[in-house]
């Protein structure tokens, strides 16, 4: 069984910086395809980053450049670092791990006002 949990979410003004942490408890993080997604109010779950186990990398579109995603094998843990905020980025941001199996953590929420 694989247990998911975020956690840096937080309110921050137009143009600040969250780091986001999620920490897997189970087997073989180092084996688990790894992503990112948010979810705004009404709108459905998107993915906003993707890190391979062997550490190919994918961003969204809306935030190439801005956002950079990490993992740490050592510490089971994988990041989102959040740079240049903008209010469209709002949302619930919510840590997936994918193996044979998906599991979703609980989500965090990211409120970025104008």
């Known amino acids: 069984q694989v247990r998911l949990v975020e956690s840096g979410g937080g309110l921050v003004q137009a143009g600040g910086s969250l780091k986001l942490s999620c920490v897997f408890s189970?087997?073989?993080?180092?084996?688990?395809?790894m992503a990112w997604y948010r979810q705004a109010p009404g709108n459905e779950r998107d993915v906003v980053a993707r890190?391979?186990?062997?550490?190919?990398?994918y961003y969204s579109d809306s935030v190439e450049g801005r956002f950079t995603i990490s993992r740490d094998n050592g510490k089971s843990t994988v990041y989102l670092q959040m740079n240049d905020l903008k209010p469209d980025d709002t949302g619930v941001y919510y840590c997936?791990?994918?193996?044979?199996?998906?599991?979703w953590g609980q989500g965090t929420q990211v409120t970025v006002s104008s």
């Open positions: 890190i391979s186990p062997g550490g190919t990398i």
């Open positions: 189970g087997i073989k993080f180092s084996l688990n395809d």
């Open positions: 997936s791990a994918r193996r044979s199996v998906l599991y």
